[in-house]
């Protein structure tokens, strides 16, 4: 199932390719397609986890490169190799004893957006986004007596894949620069093996930061 997402993922991006190449050869040319880089902060949080007594969100960061493939006078499909960070910050106690702990899921993520410029420096966007976790960390501190220690990598525990949806915006201040946000909602849930008549715990994002097209 997650091949098949994922080649269903390349291959609109080929056929957008490819029509945008019959297109432009009977309008402008070829180098209407443009490549960039982009990177900036993830405020991330997990679905809320019953065994937590205290959520919060928890700062990252995203960073990859893009390719912006237009296929009409005004929409644009906007295919990305990021890496970036999700997780969560919570607090819980055990047996009297407060405890804090800092989740760190590294990924890395293909988004496909599909963008519709109002203006031709101003668009909106919504997409899948395909994740391939990397890393997967807690760090725990113990409140009362400041001890602190971080788990190995358990990636193997978890779920590897990860679907979201992203609805976002981005304005060109020039030919070159922009500024970008996105809010990416999880699909899939992050356990591999969900314990029956237990709620899914998702990825949620919200991502802000700088473009540059070449």
Do not use: C, H, W
């Amino acid at each position: 199932m997650k091949k098949l997402i994922l080649g269903i993922a390349v291959l609109s991006t080929s056929l957008a390719f490819a029509q945008t190449t019959t297109t432009t050869t009977k309008t402008t040319s070829s180098s209407d397609v443009r490549f960039g880089i982009k990177g900036g902060m993830n405020v991330s949080s997990l679905s809320k986890d019953g065994s937590l007594d205290d959520q919060k969100s928890k700062i990252g960061f995203n960073a990859g490169v893009f390719a912006t493939i237009p296929v009409a006078e005004s929409f644009s499909i906007q295919p990305e190799v990021l890496y970036t960070q999700y997780g969560s910050k919570a607090d819980y106690t055990v047996l009297g004893t407060k405890y804090s702990s800092s989740t760190k899921l590294d990924y890395v993520a293909v988004p496909v957006m599909f963008q519709y410029n109002f203006v031709p420096n101003f668009y909106v966007e919504a997409g899948p986004e395909f994740g391939l976790m990397v890393s997967a960390k807690n760090k725990v501190k113990n409140e009362s007596n400041g001890a602190s220690s971080t788990t190995d990598n358990y990636k193997d525990d978890l779920n590897s894949f990860n679907l979201g949806i992203g609805l976002g915006a981005g304005y060109y201040f020039t030919d070159n620069i922009g500024i970008t946000a996105r809010y990416v909602a999880g699909v899939t849930d992050i356990a591999k093996d969900r314990p029956s008549n237990s709620d899914a715990v998702r990825n949620n994002t919200f991502q802000v930061g700088l473009a540059y097209k070449f």
